[in-house]
């Protein structure tokens, strides 16, 4: 089996969503450490400033197929491939189900998913690694997320997939289930979020994790853990825990 380059100065990384947020972390966690790093965002001008040290910047909207082509012609190589780029909104009524809401999620954290490994997933090198960032939001159901549980139990069942059939290219793939994260994102959250984490917390984390070449990254572990024992009480019970109401 081929061996990748250990030396972090040969090998180059490519984040998507990294003007901000975890994304933001990761850059600024690769580079201090010597690794070549590619950085995704939509605005061009904004990567500039944020993510000065990246290699290249590639500016493009991942529900944008044909910018999302142009941009990966200028690469020719990854090692590294990191998935990251995503939103949140909530669906606040259930009854009046928000379907404008649900396809803009599930465009953005799922359906893309299709146009950025179409287009850079034969990039990365035999050896490499592919990681995608889910949320642990798919280990129990919670309240107003249909649209964002949704859209990331597809990205988990899409790595899971990908981790068979890649085997055989030798490339790894890392399914990141972050608990709550200080992001912009999360910012705009008005309910409590247990056990939270700063993006830089979760950037090392998963800078660990990808280079231990974990299959599975899930963080913190007592979010994770609970979420895993209200999985296991009767629902009715779970339920009114979780309750908006």
């Given at each position: ?13 490519l984040?998507t969503?990294?003007s901000?947020g ?5 850059y ?5 450490l ?5 950085t995704?965002?939509?605005?061009k001008?904004k990567l500039?400033?944020?993510t000065?040290l990246?290699?290249?910047w590639l ?5 944008d197929i044909d910018?999302v ?9 990854i ?6 780029a995503?939103?949140?909104l909530?669906?606040d009524n259930a009854?009046?189900?928000d379907?404008?809401c ?8 799922l359906?893309?998913m299709?146009a950025?490994?179409e287009?850079l997933l034969p990039?990365?090198?035999s050896g490499g690694q592919?990681?995608?960032v ?5 280990i ?5 997320a249909?649209?964002y549980?949704a859209?990331k ?5 899409l790595a ?5 059939d890649?085997a055989n290219?030798h ?6 289930h972050?608990g709550?994260?200080k992001t912009?994102?999360?910012?705009k959250n008005?309910?409590s979020?247990?056990f ?10 998963i800078y660990q994790?990808i280079?231990h070449?974990?299959?599975y990254?899930?963080?913190?572990k007592r979010l994770?853990?609970l979420?895993k024992?209200l999985s296991?009480?009767?629902?009715s019970?779970?339920n ?6």
């Amino acid at each position: 089996m081929p061996k990748p380059n250990d030396n972090p100065r040969a090998k180059t990384v490519l984040i998507t969503g990294a003007s901000s947020g975890i994304g933001l972390a990761l850059y600024k966690q690769y580079v201090s450490l010597g690794y070549q790093v590619i950085t995704c965002g939509r605005d061009k001008e904004k990567l500039a400033q944020q993510t000065p040290l990246a290699t290249k910047w590639l500016v493009f909207d991942v529900n944008d197929i044909d910018a999302v082509a142009k941009a990966a012609e200028q690469i020719i190589h990854i090692d590294i491939l990191i998935l990251n780029a995503g939103t949140c909104l909530y669906i606040d009524n259930a009854k009046q189900f928000d379907g404008h809401c649900f396809r803009e999620v599930i465009k953005t954290n799922l359906l893309s998913m299709g146009a950025l490994l179409e287009n850079l997933l034969p990039k990365v090198s035999s050896g490499g690694q592919l990681a995608m960032v889910s949320s642990s939001a798919t280990i129990f159901p919670f309240s107003r997320a249909q649209a964002y549980g949704a859209s990331k139990a597809g990205v988990d069942y899409l790595a899971n997939s990908l981790r068979i059939d890649l085997a055989n290219d030798h490339i790894d793939v890392c399914l990141i289930h972050p608990g709550f994260i200080k992001t912009p994102l999360t910012d705009k959250n008005n309910f409590s979020m247990p056990f939270l984490l700063t993006a830089e917390e979760a950037a090392k984390r998963i800078y660990q994790g990808i280079k231990h070449k974990k299959h599975y990254l899930q963080f913190p572990k007592r979010l994770t853990l609970l979420l895993k024992l209200l999985s296991y009480l009767p629902q009715s019970f779970a339920n009114s825990l979780l309750s908006k109401d």
